[in-house]
């Protein structure tokens, strides 16, 4: 079914940018993206999933670096940002679906693709389908599957939602996507933390359900799929500091693909996005113009992956 998209909303988005929201359709749900076109692009157009509190519009300071250098595409998924919300037996596959519809409405025939956290496996799976519409992927805050210990959080936070006990809801949340042992050693940790806490503490109707569906949706998630790994170049970056999606997890699923590179990022957690923007764009930029990305003072390691054979 073939979605019809209509210009939402124009403008410019720093003054400078001409910036674009279109609205499209996939199955019955309707969505929206956000393009904004850079001052000399290099590159494909820069496509930004983010994760569950992201949204089309909050990227800041990492699009506008990332304008730099290529156009931007961010998009709320049906589920996200200013999306109805999604009923949570819609997974994976349908996101992957409705994020190509928009490159099929825009008429975008190749995309370089950032998926942060939640959004990564969204990304994944595009790439693994679509191989020849990616020329290059990021993957931020990743890994193959949600780790059995994360489920029993990730079900208390919902009781403590569905109970109405706001602090200990949001004290749990945090305490997932945050690492509460490093907060003072995360560039910007303690600020995130307070940003994300408010978010948290002052949900309208509409968020508290999207939450609920889209937590219940990544209990469901059975993983990704590794048969068939994505082929065009990939990389993988992680905070030092992450005790969600680790860099141990990250680096993992870097090695399932084929032609791969691994990034730590010092002094960052979860949250890369706004913990360290800059840095962030800067190594984003290296990787999908092909400059060098060895020695950066910002990163802990970078490395070329030896791909695992799957058998």
Known sequence: MRSVTAPAAAGRADGRHEVVVTRHQWRGHSYEARYVRGASSRTAPLVLVGGAFQTKEGWGRLEREFLAFADVLAVDLPGWGSSPVLPEQYGTDFLSDALSQILDDLELTEVNLLGGSYGSAVV????????????????????????????????????????????????????????????????????????LQRRLLNMTPRDKQQFIANSRRLLQHEGLDLRQPPTMPVLAIAGEHDNFTTPERCRALARTCPDSRFAVVADADHMLPVERPVELADLVRRFLLGEPMGEVGYCRTVERISPLVLV
């Open 124 to 195: 994944y799976r595009l790439a693994q389908r679509q191989s020849d519409r990616v020329a290059k992927m990021v993957l931020a805050g990743t890994m193959m599957r949600i780790p059995e210990q994360a489920h029993a959080p990730i079900r208390r936070s919902l009781e403590l939602l569905a109970a109405g006990e706001m602090d200990e809801f949001a004290e749990v949340t945090l305490g997932m996507l945050i690492n509460a042992d490093t907060v003072a050693s995360v560039v910007a940790g303690t600020r995130v933390r307070r940003f």
